[in-house]
């Protein structure tokens, strides 16, 4: 369980360095740029790829593009979500996306929909839709547009991420090769973004500092729950719960506490819920 809390530790970390460098006014696409550059030599390092039998013919290169286009693309979205939706919303769209795997699962893996799926992605679903239509207050203003999209781009990416990923691994493709992969594009990616529209941003020493450390969390975040499923490897339910559940929980008093966001009674509802959607997930899970 060590792991799991410290891979949950790590993810919410990296929103709130993010969040806390958009407030200092640093480069974002710089920032991911130096992010991926760290993540793609840490994953060579931790996972030791077998680069030298990598045969090209046998890479679903679509794949590693589609993919190294995502990581950038849903990381600017998270980073626009915490600006404009804020850490608390933010957390959970983020762990919520799991509901659209389990309905791509359904749809184009042809994974059984049990009564708990259908509970767990209906709850989740119900939980985001809270989240984004509140009420406004004086305390808790209506989300404007670009937090309702940036929030919406994070639940779907995130989602896409997952299926992507899974459709990968019934490639046959190892892990390590493939994640390695896709985060040197997502990097080259990046780089050429930063280039066209920050290229001055991309040597200054904060940019590079607040790269590297959202680098390190990022990476740590992916080995840690990793080895967290090796560990528990007949407990996978209990892995994918705790994570979701303890993200969750950390954004939450993230948000409150550093950030001094508002725990509306809806949003509230919007927690509760999430936990449950998790929780119902996990028990789907389970072999009967």
């Not at 931790?46 to 286009?69: E, R, T």
């Not at 991309?202 to 499923?229: E, R, S």
């Not at 407990?235 to 954004?251: C, D, H, T, W």
């Not at 966001?261 to 927690?271: D, I, N, Y």
């Amino acid at each position: 369980m060590l792991l799991i809390f410290l891979a949950a530790l790590c993810s919410v970390g990296v929103s709130l360095i993010v969040k806390k460098y958009l407030s200092q006014g640093l480069n974002i696409l710089a920032i991911i740029t130096w992010n991926y550059a760290v993540a793609s030599l840490l994953c060579f390092l931790w996972f030791k790829p077998d680069m030298a039998h990598l045969i090209p013919q046998n890479v679903p290169w679509w794949l590693i593009v589609l993919l190294g286009a995502l990581l950038p693309s849903i990381f600017f979205a998270l980073s626009k979500s915490l600006q404009h939706a804020g850490m608390i919303k933010t957390e959970i769209v983020q762990r919520l996306s799991v509901v659209l795997s389990i309905l791509a699962a359904y749809i184009v893996f042809n994974e059984s929909m049990s009564a708990l799926k259908f509970c767990g992605f209906t709850i989740g679903v119900v939980a985001v839709v809270l989240m984004v239509l509140q009420k406004t207050s004086m305390s808790q203003p209506n989300l404007s547009s670009k937090g309702i999209w940036a929030l919406v781009a994070v639940w779907v990416g995130y989602a896409l991420v997952d299926i992507l990923l899974k459709y990968n691994s019934r490639l046959g493709l190892g892990f390590a090769i493939s994640l390695n992969l896709i985060f040197v594009f997502a990097g080259m990616l990046s780089l050429l973004a930063t280039f066209i529209k920050a290229k001055k941003q991309l040597l200054k020493w904060q940019n590079i500092c607040a790269g590297l450390i959202v680098g390190m969390l990022n990476f740590a975040n992916i080995a840690l729950y990793v080895n967290a499923h090796r560990a528990l490897h007949d407990s996978p339910a209990i892995v994918f719960a705790s994570m979701n559940i303890l993200v969750v929980v950390f954004g939450v008093m993230s948000g409150v506490v550093l950030f001094k966001e508002k725990l509306t009674p809806r949003l509230s509802l919007s927690v509760t819920m999430a936990i449950v959607a998790v929780l119902c997930l996990m028990l789907a899970m389970k072999p009967s």
